[in-house]
């Protein structure tokens, strides 16, 4: 299996959990759990950045090292492009479960009032 398989896999559930989150009716209610894609964008640039600094770091002194067998080859110095699903997952990903889980959470203070 090779990483990009492993990502697309991932990255696909990410992705549908952020559909799910913009398009969900509490999130798009309540300002305080709706999503930014301002802000998406900009801590998308931010980590992505910082990825490829400590990758290239942690692979450089060899603390991390990948299978050339399993990774496409294109590189970034001296880390795989690979790497940056990661920090494209948690982008996606954890924005988007606050959101949907602050939007049930605020459905629930509601109902209680």
Same mark, same amino acid.
């Given at each position: 299996? *090779? ?5 697309? !896999? &991932?990255?696909?559930? %990410? !992705? ?26 900009? *801590?998308?640039?931010?980590?992505? !950045?910082?990825?490829?600094? &400590?990758?290239?770091?942690?692979? /450089?002194?060899?603390? !991390?090292?990948?299978? #050339?067998?399993?990774?496409? /080859? ?34 629930? %203070? #509601?109902?209680?009032?």
């Amino acid at each position: 299996m *090779t990483y990009w398989l492993l990502n697309t !896999v &991932f990255l696909a559930g %990410a !992705v549908a959990v952020l559909v799910f989150a913009l398009r969900s009716r509490g999130a798009q209610r309540s300002p305080r759990s709706r999503l930014h894609r301002s802000a998406l964008v900009v *801590t998308a640039s931010v980590l992505l !950045v910082l990825t490829a600094v &400590f990758d290239n770091i942690m692979i /450089g002194v060899g603390l !991390v090292d990948y299978d #050339d067998a399993r990774i496409s /080859g294109i590189k970034l110095g001296i880390m795989p492009v690979e790497d940056f699903a990661y920090t494209i997952f948690a982008v996606l990903a954890l924005p988007a479960l606050w959101t949907l889980l602050g939007a049930r959470r605020d459905d629930r %203070a #509601d109902e209680a009032r």
